[in-house]
């Protein structure tokens, strides 16, 4: 993902600069905010959506917050096992793994050990249907 730079600051410390700085807690409104967002979504599709969508979903995140684009769409160059997958999508390894080889077959993805290819358009269009 390249180089990152991070900082460790005391708790009081980071609420002085909240008081004092009113865009920084604007700043750190907002990306709270939209991390709430983010999780409500997430959950709400987990708790409402067929297993399909909610793999569709997560490759589809997964490749906004971590995806290289290609000719065919994104490549993600992360290790996540059926395993890891089926966790994040609240189901089961068999069935997730099924839907995967759905996809691999249709051409939607392509997937080794290493990384996952993704046509997100293909995906997308899955999506609806739904």
């Not at 990306?31 to 967002?37: F, N, P, T, V, W």
């Not at 709400?44 to 969508?53: A, C, G, W, Y």
């Not at 569709?56 to 995806?67: H, R």
Request: aromatic share 10%; glycine share 4%.
């Amino acid at each position: 993902m390249g180089e990152v730079n991070y900082y460790r600051i005391a708790y009081g410390d980071f609420k002085a600069m909240m008081s004092h700085q009113a865009e920084l807690a604007w700043h750190v409104i907002e990306d709270m905010y939209a991390r709430r967002q983010r999780v409500e979504r997430k959950l709400r599709t987990i708790l409402t959506q067929p297993i399909e969508v909610r793999v569709v979903t997560t490759l589809l995140d997964l490749a906004e917050m971590f995806g290289i684009r290609c000719s065919h769409g994104y490549t993600l160059e992360i290790h996540l096992t059926q395993q890891e997958v089926a966790d994040l999508v609240g189901a089961s390894r068999s069935v997730v793994s099924t839907i995967l080889n759905d996809f691999r077959n249709r051409g939607m993805l392509d997937y080794t050990r290493d990384q996952i290819c993704i046509n997100d358009i293909a995906l997308i269009n899955i999506l609806k249907f739904y």
